[in-house]
Nanobody, 119 residues
Framework: QVQLVESGGGLVQPGGSLRLACAAS????????MGWYRQAPGKQRDMVAV???????NYSDSVKGRFTISRDNAKNTVYLQMNSLKPEDTAVYYC?????????????WGQGTQVTVSS
């Protein structure tokens, strides 16, 4: 079992920055990938950024060059640094953790944190 707690969301003006954090607990050694997803009202949940246990990263084209995902293994925490924020970045941001047990994959989700970009 994995528990995820997000923090760092809030209201920011266009062009501003925020840093989200996701702290993992439980069976943390079974996690091989963590990521950030976001969901705006009336839309599906989309991938924003993913980082694997080996350190490789992947970003949505819409955030590439503006957002950076990173991890601190000592603190069991993954971060999302968001720069040059745009109104279209407004959404609930969710942290995810992917676990593989045998041939079966499991995905865990945090509670979400609201990010609002508005002047």
């Amino acid at each position: 079992q994995v528990q995820l707690v997000e923090s760092g969301g809030g209201l920011v003006q266009p062009g501003g920055s925020l840093r989200l954090a996701c702290a993992a607990s439980g069976s943390i050694f079974s996690i091989y990938a963590m990521g950030w997803y976001r969901q705006a009202p009336g839309k599906q949940r989309d991938m924003v950024a993913v980082i694997t246990s080996g350190g490789s990263t992947n970003y949505s084209d819409s955030v590439k060059g503006r957002f950076t995902i990173s991890r601190d293994n000592a603190k069991n925490t993954v971060y999302l640094q968001m720069n040059s924020l745009k109104p279209e970045d407004t959404a609930v941001y969710y942290c995810s953790a992917k676990v593989q047990r045998g041939v079966t994959n499991y995905i865990y989700w945090g509670q979400g944190t609201q990010v609002t970009v508005s002047s």
